[in-house]
């Protein structure tokens, strides 16, 4: 099992710094961008977040970000973490 201060979401570990994760034995790891996101996410658990504050969180290292690249990272992170739009388990829009 993972240490104290990881983050669990069903077979889902994420390192607390969100630099990777490890589901079934499998490590995933995600970009600055994806962190950034996973970050504001593990920060506001079922809070519900608008795009513009999302495009803050992740705006010191894309100057030119649009609503539109949340989306993108979001899909993103769903095929990383197997999550399905449909039916999410992880991140719900």
């Known amino acids: 099992m993972g240490k104290a ?3 669990c979401f069903g077979a889902l570990v994420l390192d607390e710094t969100c630099l990777f994760a490890r589901r079934d034995g499998e490590t995933i790891q995600f970009t600055r961008n994806e962190r950034a996101l996973l970050l504001a996410f593990t920060r506001n658990p079922r ?7 999302l495009l803050d969180e992740i ?5 030119g970000s649009s609503d539109r690249n949340i989306d993108f990272l979001v899909n993103r992170l769903r095929i990383k973490l197997g999550d399905n739009a449909k ?3 992880y991140i719900a829009t």
């Not at 809070?47 to 504050?53: A, E, F, N, V």
């Not at 705006?59 to 100057?63: G, L, N």
């Open 47 to 53: 809070r519900l977040m608008r795009r513009s504050h």
């Open 5 to 7: 201060k990881d983050l």
């Open 87 to 89: 039916s999410p388990l």
């Open 59 to 63: 705006a010191s290292s894309e100057s």
